[in-house]
Structure formats: structure tokens, C-alpha cells
């Protein structure tokens, strides 16, 4: 069974930083994708960004240029840095691993951490 487990989330000024950890752990394939979506009150989960086994990344528009994915594949963890943070980022912020082997896919989910911006 695979486990991922957040941390890192908080209360943050407008402008401010906050950097997520989502560490996974038990049987993870090595070629997966890691991503982080956001879920904010009344809105459907987005996804946020993406960064493959080799280290391809790819970002929503909303935070291109503010927001950064990055992972340590030797301690399966995947990080997302957030800079220049607005009030419409605030939301449960989730990392999920996934991968594809033979005809069967696989996405495990964390069970988020709360992203409140706010003065």
C-alpha cells in the first residue's frame, strides 16, 4: 500500500511564502508522476502542477511563475514552493502519485494540508 502524507501548509500574508512537503511511502513505482491540486470552498479540485520521474514540470496558469514543483526521488518527495501567495490560493492543498503499468493505472492521494492567505 502506498501512503503519502503532507505537511507544510498555514496562515500566510498576501505576497507571502509557504513551501508543501508530501512524502510517500510503500511499494511506488519508480517511473510516476507527482502532483499537487488544490480544492478551495464551493470549487472542484484543480490540478496545480505536475513533475514527472525525470523531472518534466508543468503548472496551471493561475500560478505560473509564482509557484514552484520540485521532488528528491531518493526520498519520494515531492515539494511545491509557493511565492507571491494571493487570497484566491487559499485552499486544501493535495499531492498525488500516480503511475501506469501494463493496462492498470494507479493514484494514491494524501489527505491534504490547509493553505489559508489572508491579512
Known amino acids: 500500500q502506498v501512503q503519502l502524507v503532507e505537511s507544510g501548509g498555514g496562515l500566510v500574508q498576501p505576497g507571502g511564502s509557504l513551501r508543501l512537503s508530501c512524502v510517500a511511502s510503500?511499494?511506488?513505482?519508480?517511473?510516476?508522476?507527482m502532483e499537487w491540486y488544490r480544492q478551495a470552498p464551493g470549487k472542484q479540485r484543480e490540478l496545480v502542477a505536475t513533475?514527472?520521474?525525470?523531472?518534466?514540470?508543468n503548472y496551471a496558469d493561475s500560478v505560473k511563475g509564482r509557484f514552484t514543483i520540485s521532488r528528491d526521488n531518493a526520498k519520494n518527495t515531492v515539494y511545491l514552493q509557493m511565492n507571491s501567495l494571493k487570497s484566491e490560493d487559499t485552499a486544501v492543498y493535495y499531492c498525488?502519485?500516480?503511475?501506469?503499468?501494463?493496462?492498470?493505472?494507479?493514484?494514491?492521494w494524501g489527505q491534504g494540508t490547509q493553505v489559508t492567505v489572508s491579512s
Open positions: 498525488k502519485v500516480g503511475w501506469v503499468r501494463g493496462r492498470n493505472r494507479y493514484d494514491y
Open positions: 510503500g511499494s511506488i513505482f519508480s517511473g510516476n508522476v
Open positions: 513533475i514527472s520521474s525525470g523531472g518534466t514540470t
